[in-house]
């Protein structure tokens, strides 16, 4: 509506000036008119001018508008009286523009503010790099990390931290990786995230970094904790009965003052007795070298030998290798799988952690009715997987952690070194192995592979 009456307006004064000029024209040379041809002169002279008055006042103000958003200055206003009364809406309008675009402006300046107030407090290291090898952004964690002032250049970190500048300029692109650096005689573990990304044609380097040395010390003792307490359990189950029974045994070949017995006075119990002492001994000794034959095996796994693998003939085999186990159990086993999955893996030692899941499976199914394990492969999330379940009675969720210490175990016979065996093997195939517990429905352990 305000445009169009400023057509109007426009042409109307255009017509106007059309008509003295046609007037002029019509009288021009007319030595009697000569004053008739001076005012309709002037006239149209004013008229011109009031034209240019009337077009240029909007563009004059649109250009103050302009440049109040340009400058950010919300001081400027514009009235009704200095446009007039035709442009009221369009001087309202631009007063409702500038209202908003401060307004935006206010919420981006706080929700800066309030970023950088976030950033300077979370404990992990950011720098942000330009192209041109100008430091945007590098927060107090960052600072407090590397031990460097404020910085305004990448180059300038080379002399503050050569070490950890090094490491990172020689990163070919987006890395996440661990990596260790020496700060001032300090050796820090650090994890390292870099990303590259663009913003308004100008690129930029995000660089992120957590010490996480004090926490990796911290896993490792707990880890410890648990390994030493379910070694200390195993191995004073075999050493107390040893101890006790040798010492039965001296007793039994000793007389009161400490001196041997006599053979004379070592009667048929006696001997039945240290016979029996003995081979218990022995029993007990053997158990601790089958023990220690474990813990050696933990800790000698052959690096896996990788190959393209079809999955469906690879569990085809292993039914076929725990048939008489499965019919003997009367445990129906099924297995689903696509024709053509593949997995790059090593199939001996992806078979020996489908031996254990299954055997594992075997005895919580002991007491079940309807026994059911299913195998089940397929890509999920970008991760090419292997489930194994059972509808056994689940693990306790006190327990749902220590399964994977070694040695742990809460059945009445086994080494309690299976499931830590596998995750170690699907650590070296770069996997993972975690298992989600339903109680009295349903466990799965599942192997997770890179796509």
């Known amino acids: 509506m305000i445009f169009r009456r400023f057509t109007i307006r426009t042409i109307l004064r255009i017509a106007l000036i059309a008509i003295n000029l046609i007037i002029i024209a019509s009288i021009f040379g007319d030595s009697r008119l000569f004053f008739n041809q001076f005012i309709f002169g002037t006239v149209c002279i004013v008229q011109i001018i009031e034209l240019i008055h009337f077009v240029n006042t909007t563009n004059r103000d649109m250009t103050r508008f302009i440049d109040a958003i340009r ?179 001296k007793l039994m070949l000793e007389e009161e003052d400490g001196k041997p017995k006599p053979v004379d006075h070592i009667d048929a119990k006696t001997i039945h007795d240290v016979l029996f002492s003995t081979e218990t001994i022995m029993r007990r000794s053997e158990g601790l070298l089958d023990f220690v034959e474990d813990y050696r095996k933990l800790v000698k796994i052959p690096h896996p030998k990788i190959q393209t693998v079809n999955v469906k003939d690879l569990l085809s085999e292993f039914e076929y290798l725990m048939s008489s186990e499965l019919s003997k159990r009367n445990i129906n086993l099924q297995i689903r799988v696509e024709p053509e999955f593949e997995i790059d893996l090593d199939k001996n030692l992806i078979t020996q952690i489908l031996i254990n899941l299954v055997k594992n499976s075997f005895e919580a199914l002991e007491c079940s009715q309807n026994k059911q394990i299913k195998i089940e492969a397929a890509i999920k999330k970008e991760k090419k997987i292997i489930t194994i379940s059972d509808n056994g009675p689940g693990i306790d969720k006190k327990d749902i952690e220590d399964i994977w210490v070694p040695f742990f175990t809460t059945k009445k016979e086994g080494s309690g070194i299976g499931l830590s065996l596998s995750r170690q093997i699907m650590k070296l195939h770069s996997g993972k192995l975690w298992v989600n517990s339903v109680p009295d429905k349903e466990t799965t352990f599942t192997l997770a592979f890179r796509k």
């Open 71 to 249: 400058q950010s200055d919300f001081t400027i206003n514009f009235s009704k009286d200095e446009m007039g009364k035709s442009f009221f809406g369009l001087s309202e309008s631009m007063r409702v523009m500038l209202d908003t675009y401060k307004k935006v402006k206010i919420e981006k300046e706080v929700q800066y503010h309030l970023l950088k107030q976030i950033i300077s407090h979370v404990s992990t290291g950011i720098i942000v790099v330009t192209e041109g090898n100008d430091i945007t952004l590098i927060n107090e964690s960052a600072r407090n990390i590397l031990k460097v002032p404020l910085l305004k250049t990448w180059k300038g970190l080379e002399s503050k931290s050569p070490e950890f500048f090094n490491q990172v300029s020689e990163l070919p692109g987006d890395e996440q990786i661990l990596m260790q650096v020496t700060i001032d005689g300090d050796k820090k573990d650090l994890s390292l995230n870099i990303s590259r990304f663009t913003l308004l044609d100008q690129a930029y380097q995000l660089i992120t970094f957590s010490d996480i040395k004090s926490e990796i010390e911290q896993k490792e003792i707990e880890a410890w904790y648990r390994l030493i307490r379910i070694l200390t359990h195993e191995i004073m189950n075999s050493v107390t009965p040893i101890a006790s029974l040798s010492e039965t045994i």
